[in-house]
């Protein structure tokens, strides 16, 4: 007889990729206790070491997504200065683990759930009372019982597991109004990639392929052209399985994969087409990254006009930016462009109705699971564009659950309380605005000016804005005096994290992704964004003296949220230095409710 344990919650997260990560994040910082649940040794999902593929997000200039996936981000910078994976695994881990909220089940998988069928709230005909995971390092069944759940896993489990709706393939023109050749909806795909990763090293290295290596020739290549130099060669284009069923049939799309991997590798080696004496095979994913699956359905259903259109929602509480990047099914045997590569508005408005599910009553999902078509999935689905829609589940759960409502009681009653929430802890909601309190914007600023107090946080086009706060000596008392005592809750401070990146080293692709593929001698390490401040203090004034509310002698955070709950005269913010060792820091903003 296995060992079984059972598990009380708030929430529990399936799946430990970007978007669960940040569910699980976002909600323990708020107060309720989580499990994340993962079936694999290591987090990330498609961006851990396993797989490695890049976290994109939305294109353009500042549009870069903020909250936990930029913490995450500049701690990598500082901790992982050459890229090293292993080290990114780490930070990943040690991000999740430093929540004391969250229970951390590694090597579990779900396997199955309890519900319990009836007539609930708002039309809904399911509630989940329980999951079970099976974590083979230990032997062990985990029954976790949980006021919310929420679907990160990718391939959405808990649909068949508690009977959720979903939708998969590709839908037809009509049936949305999209512009796509798909006639009769099918259950065509993205298919699945094993990526590869070269290392350029200074002597020649010998490749001698393994027998099952698949045989491939430059006409393999037409439309692909492999280029070891490039840093933005990541082979992507390794893909299979679209035409199949990228679950079920998984393994066998891996066995294909691999052979494919080692095939490509071999021809770059030994082809005589390049220049590869020098290199060696760095990394070979074993674990397919796959791109599409099971698609849950929810209140609202993404579509591509809504995408390609920036059509607004009252309800936004996450954005996209990345093109639309449909690849075709039989991918790597497709003749001709692998993918298109259609521009869309960034960002866009992504509804909160998109991320919970329109039959089961306490279920949410972030990640390419969500409620969307195949044709809006194709930018939607993207690791940068999961992270904040997790963010904003994990953040609604904690609200769910703190005020006993269901995810869609919260969309009638509280979406603009999550919508508050989710813009001071950092994320951008691109139809919205934070709320500044009177106090802040009637007290009596020195050394500042109102773009400290206009409730922006960031240059962007959608703000019509080309300068956002301030920028001031160092050691600069930055003072609010009030006229008389006020009690002040939480103290907002973002500084300028260079979403941009045009302080770090390397070409675009190097400082636009926080990993990187192949690895060439002159390859660049990386450095915290020079324009972060890196030391500042904050002190309030109270009964006439000064009062340190908060140091930080090593920043790596781009935006605070400071608690002070108490009755003051005065706040005081002082830029003491920055990681580029300039006499001039930047404040984007300072003000406080």
Request: aromatic share 10%; charged share 25%.
């Amino acid at each position: 007889m296995l060992k079984r344990k059972r598990i009380d919650t708030d929430l529990c997260v399936i799946g430990g990729g970007m978007a669960g990560i940040c569910t699980a994040i976002a909600a323990a910082r708020e107060g309720i206790k989580v499990i994340l649940m993962h079936e694999r040794p290591v987090l990330g999902g498609n961006a851990s070491s396993e797989i490695r593929m890049w976290v994109c997000g939305a294109q353009g200039d500042n549009n870069r997504e903020t909250g936990i996936i930029e913490e995450i981000a500049l701690e990598n910078y500082y901790r992982n200065p050459t890229k090293n994976y292993f080290i990114w695994d780490t930070i990943l881990y040690d991000f999740v683990i430093r929540e004391k909220n969250i229970t951390l089940l590694l090597n579990c998988t779900c396997m199955d759930a309890k519900v319990k069928n009836g007539e609930y709230e708002d039309g809904r005909n399911t509630k989940i009372e329980t999951v079970t995971g099976y974590q083979m390092t230990t032997q062990t069944f985990y029954d976790i019982k949980a006021k919310i759940f929420s679907d990160c896993s990718g391939d959405s489990i808990l649909a068949p597991l508690t009977g959720a709706e979903f939708r998969i393939g590709r839908e037809c023109a009509d049936e949305f109004g999209e512009d796509t050749h798909v006639k009769v909806h099918d259950n065509y795909t993205m298919g699945n990639s094993c990526l590869i990763q070269g290392r350029e090293t200074t002597a020649p290295v010998k490749f001698t392929p393994p027998p099952f290596s698949t045989k491939l020739t430059k006409e393999h290549f037409q439309d692909r052209n492999p280029d070891i130099y490039k840093p933005s060669e990541n082979f992507w284009y390794l893909e299979l399985g679209g035409d199949r069923d990228t679950i079920h049939q998984a393994d066998e799309i891996m066995h294909e994969l691999i052979p494919l991997a080692t095939g490509t590798w071999d021809y770059i080696k030994n082809s005589g087409e390049f220049n590869s004496q020098n290199w060696e095979l760095d990394f070979l994913g074993f674990l397919p990254g796959k791109r599409e699956s099971r698609r849950m359905v929810g209140e609202y259903i993404i579509t591509e006009r809504d995408v390609t259109e920036n059509r607004q929602f009252d309800d936004t509480v996450a954005f996209g930016g990345w093109p639309l990047d449909d690849h075709f099914p039989d991918g790597f045997y497709h003749k001709g462009q692998p993918n298109t590569n259609i521009h869309t508005p960034a960002p866009y408005c992504i509804p909160y109705r998109a991320l919970y599910s329109k039959n089961v009553e306490n279920l949410y999902f972030a990640g390419r699971n969500i409620s969307m078509t195949h044709m809006a999935m194709s930018s939607i689905r993207v690791m940068a564009t999961c992270a904040v829609m997790g963010q904003a589940v994990g953040t609604a759960a904690a609200l769910a659950v703190k005020l006993n409502l269901t995810p869609n009681g919260i969309y009638k009653s509280k979406i603009n309380e999550l919508q508050q929430i989710l813009m001071e802890n950092d994320c951008l909601i691109p139809n919205k605005s934070r709320k500044i309190s009177n106090i802040c914007k009637n007290a009596e600023l020195t050394n500042g000016n109102d773009l400290l107090r206009d409730a922006i946080d960031r240059v962007n086009h959608i703000y019509s804005n080309e300068k956002c706060g301030i920028t001031v000596l160092n050691n600069t008392e930055i003072t609010y005096k009030f006229k008389k005592e006020e009690f002040i809750n939480t103290v907002h401070i973002t500084f300028n994290s260079d979403l941009n990146r045009e302080t770090l080293p390397g070409n675009y692709c190097e400082k636009y992704h926080t990993m990187r593929a192949n690895t060439l001698l002159d390859s660049p390490q990386f450095y915290v964004p020079k324009t972060l401040c890196k030391k500042f203090i904050l002190q309030a004034v109270k009964n006439g003296s000064r009062i340190t509310i908060s140091q930080i002698d090593n920043n790596l955070n781009r935006s605070y949220n400071i608690k002070i709950s108490d009755h003051i005269e005065g706040l005081i913010l002082i830029p003491v230095e920055n990681w580029g060792n300039t006499d001039k820091t930047d404040i984007f903003s300072f003000d406080f409710n």
